[in-house]
């Protein structure tokens, strides 16, 4: 790998916090143009795959695709195929197109097992679509709240039902309570040479203790904040944040398999407060000013057991 692995937003996230350096070493290590034997092992038993989208207004949606086991199958370590389709009231299914830039994430929670994978697509019909792998790398266990998918019958979508800037009852129920949630992001509105420098579209992860996420209403609508707590330090979702300041969020039911699929536009903000002994480091803080949205009742067809709590957020 010739070119550096991250793009100018991510490099100058970690600049910032004065990581580069050694960032570049472990990125150019760590992050491959294919997926390595054990990525492959845990996509194809998942029955959740997380995937993220650009539309054609360079607006990205996070959602879920999903099948039995299996239904994620890779070929080879640079083609990962997967044997569904996203539903029509799916607003991230207006970016599954070939050519077009995706993000995916393959989460078992109940292990804490996440590996990220960002591609192109390569194929597309009525029966799913090929992904052709641009960067796969893993992610750290941490922040992860540790929940089973209970086998039974699957849920019953039901009608769709717009958000706009002002959530709406059910909507602010969810955000509320939530102790994850998924948030898509894009380097640029549109992707013209994937991979290039880092650039892509990625799907990512970000966990909490319930409420971690807080609602503040104002006369021009919805805007939710939460902390970033550090990570890996690579800084994909919020490198992609300073040079492209929009974001999907997916919220997720898990029990009812409710979704609450959400775009915002994005702002970073240079944490003031002190640190909380005992607690996670918060690097920043993240506000998502609502635009628009969709609530969509029944659409994760998988039930999750209760979570166990990231070790993280265990009270000493």
Known sequence: MNASPFHAGEQALQTAVGMRERMEQVGRSVIRNHMPEQHRELYEKLPVMWLGTLDKHGQPWATAVT????????????TLTVAAQLAESDPAAAGLK????????????????????NGLISEIDGQGFAVSVVQSFGNCPRFIQARQPIAGAPHRPGAASAEGSVLSAAARR????????????????QIEQAGQGGAGVDV????????????????????????????????????????????GLLFVDWETGDVLQLAASAEIHAVTEAQVE??????????????QGWWRPAALPVSWTAPVPAPQFLKN
Do not use: C
Not at 67 to 78: E, S
């Open 204 to 247: 990512s992860h970000r966990g909490g203790p319930p409420g971690f996420v807080q609602i503040l209403s104002t006369a021009s609508g919805d805007t939710l904040t939460l902390p970033d707590y550090q990570g890996n330090v690579m800084f994909n979702t919020l490198g992609n944040l300073l040079l492209w300041p929009h974001a």
């Open 278 to 291: 005992g607690q996670p480091i918060v690097q920043s803080r993240l506000s998502l000013k609502i635009e």
């Open 174 to 189: 969810l955000i509320e309570r939530a102790d994850t949630f998924f948030i898509a992001s894009s380097s640029a509105p």
């Open 98 to 117: 070939p050519g077009a830039a995706v993000g995916m994430l393959g989460l078992e929670p109940h292990t804490r097992r996440r590996n990220r994978m």
């Open 67 to 78: 099948g039995a086991p299996g239904f994620v199958d890779t070929p080879d370590p640079q």
